[in-house]
């Protein structure tokens, strides 16, 4: 159950720090994600591979309806971190997948999802946090963006306060639980059966790792909607 | 050594328990999400998407919560934190 190995350290300001095989399975998704988009993105844009440039206008089309439905038609200005999120942390939660490879003496073990590690989940939680603080300040305003902690009595200001705090925890626990239970699931399939049968388990895992990516992007556009739609509609 | 043991003993089977118990209620919960959007389909059917993607995103909201405890479990299995406290007091106190 050792998916997390120390590769490298270093010290850093008189601290000790360690580059583990998860930081190098991320960039790794990164490359991999970015590749992809870019791929079908200039396909989109010359036209020239016709399945690729469909491919990409549909992945598109449900993209923004995935985020109109949630946030109306002004929602377009936050399309492309909701859709750099979704996709990279479907790609994260998809490279689990290979970890059986990953850990039969792949260098550095990289083929792992970097999803199994809190770190991560923690990471990508506080960045889909601060987003969400950082648009609502621009749009609501600082003023407005502070007052809504006093809303309904000045008294809930720490049990406001804490409901801030607690939503990338749980969005980090809830991403981290969800991949490392499928992970432990996953090897000990791979353990116990021999031929045919992990397919089974693979289904579940591309089925749960794309329900949790979706459900992470989801609630980040909650968390944007009750920030932003609810102060310019007025109501 | 005996308290040491005990120790041990309880903190695993606690673990085992936690999910066990957080895991019935998620059940409960899930299931009665799940059947309450069944009618709602049934007695609509072109709502059907709308319904269908609002009863992924409160099923994952429901696992959520048995998954707190699992994570909590894992805390207890994997990173407990009395562990060296105890094998420390169990080599002076027999």
Same mark, same amino acid.
């Given at each position: 159950?050792?998916?997390?190995?120390?590769?490298?350290?270093?010290?850093?300001?008189?601290?000790?720090?360690?580059?583990?095989?998860?930081?190098?399975?991320?960039?790794?998704?990164?490359?991999?994600?970015? /590749?992809?988009?870019?791929?079908?993105?200039?396909?989109?844009?010359?036209?020239?591979?016709?399945?690729?440039?469909?491919?990409?206008?549909?992945?598109?089309?449900?993209?923004?309806?995935?985020?109109?439905?949630?946030?109306?038609?002004?929602?377009?200005?936050?399309?492309?971190?909701?859709?750099?999120?979704?996709?990279?942390?479907?790609?994260?939660?998809?490279?689990?997948?290979?970890?059986p490879f990953g850990e039969m003496g792949f260098p550095w073990n990289i083929l792992t999802s970097p999803s199994v590690d809190l770190s991560f989940t923690l990471g990508a939680a506080v960045t889909g946090f601060l987003y969400v603080q950082i648009a609502s300040i621009w749009s609501m305003g600082l003023l407005a963006y502070l007052g809504k902690f006093? *809303?309904?009595?000045?008294?809930?200001?720490?049990?406001?306060?804490?409901?801030?705090?607690?939503?990338?925890?749980?969005?980090?626990?809830?991403?981290?639980?969800?991949?490392?239970?499928?992970?432990?699931?996953?090897?000990?399939?791979?353990?116990?059966?021999?031929?045919?049968?992990?397919?089974?388990?693979?289904?579940?895992?591309?089925?749960?790792?794309?329900?949790?990516?979706?459900?992470?992007?989801?609630?980040?556009?909650?968390?944007?909607?009750?920030?932003?739609?609810?102060?310019? *509609?007025?109501? | 050594?005996?308290?040491?043991?005990?120790?041990?003993?309880?903190?695993?089977?606690?673990?085992? /328990?936690?999910?066990?118990?957080?895991?019935?209620?998620?059940?409960?919960?899930?299931?009665?999400?799940?059947?309450?959007?069944?009618?709602?389909?049934?007695?609509?059917?072109?709502?059907?998407?709308?319904?269908?993607?609002?009863?992924?995103?409160?099923?994952?909201?429901?696992?959520?919560?048995?998954?707190?405890?699992?994570?909590?479990?894992?805390?207890?299995?994997?990173?407990?934190?009395?562990?060296?406290?105890?094998?420390?007091?169990? *080599?002076?106190?027999?």
């Amino acid at each position: 159950m050792e998916m997390i190995h120390h590769l490298f350290s270093y010290a850093f300001a008189g601290k000790e720090f360690v580059i583990s095989n998860i930081i190098l399975a991320s960039f790794l998704s990164a490359i991999l994600f970015s /590749l992809f988009f870019i791929l079908l993105g200039s396909a989109v844009k010359k036209g020239k591979p016709k399945r690729l440039a469909y491919l990409g206008e549909i992945i598109f089309l449900l993209l923004r309806n995935f985020v109109r439905a949630n946030l109306g038609k002004k929602g377009d200005q936050y399309m492309p971190f909701i859709g750099t999120l979704f996709g990279y942390l479907l790609f994260s939660n998809l490279l689990g997948l290979f970890s059986p490879f990953g850990e039969m003496g792949f260098p550095w073990n990289i083929l792992t999802s970097p999803s199994v590690d809190l770190s991560f989940t923690l990471g990508a939680a506080v960045t889909g946090f601060l987003y969400v603080q950082i648009a609502s300040i621009w749009s609501m305003g600082l003023l407005a963006y502070l007052g809504k902690f006093f *809303k309904p009595y000045a008294l809930m200001f720490p049990i406001n306060l804490m409901e801030e705090i607690i939503k990338p925890v749980s969005l980090s626990v809830r991403l981290f639980g969800n991949l490392f239970g499928e992970h432990v699931v996953y090897e000990i399939t791979f353990r116990l059966t021999h031929f045919g049968v992990p397919a089974i388990v693979m289904v579940l895992a591309i089925f749960t790792g794309s329900i949790q990516a979706f459900v992470f992007s989801m609630l980040i556009m909650v968390y944007l909607h009750e920030n932003i739609v609810s102060h310019q *509609k007025g109501a | 050594m005996n308290s040491s043991i005990m120790f041990f003993t309880i903190s695993i089977v606690s673990a085992g /328990l936690t999910i066990a118990l957080a895991v019935i209620g998620a059940a409960f919960a899930q299931g009665k999400a799940a059947s309450s959007a069944f009618e709602a389909m049934a007695r609509q059917p072109e709502v059907q998407s709308s319904i269908s993607g609002s009863l992924i995103l409160s099923l994952a909201l429901i696992e959520s919560l048995a998954i707190y405890a699992l994570a909590v479990s894992f805390v207890i299995l994997f990173a407990n934190p009395f562990s060296a406290h105890v094998l420390e007091l169990s *080599k002076i106190i027999p």
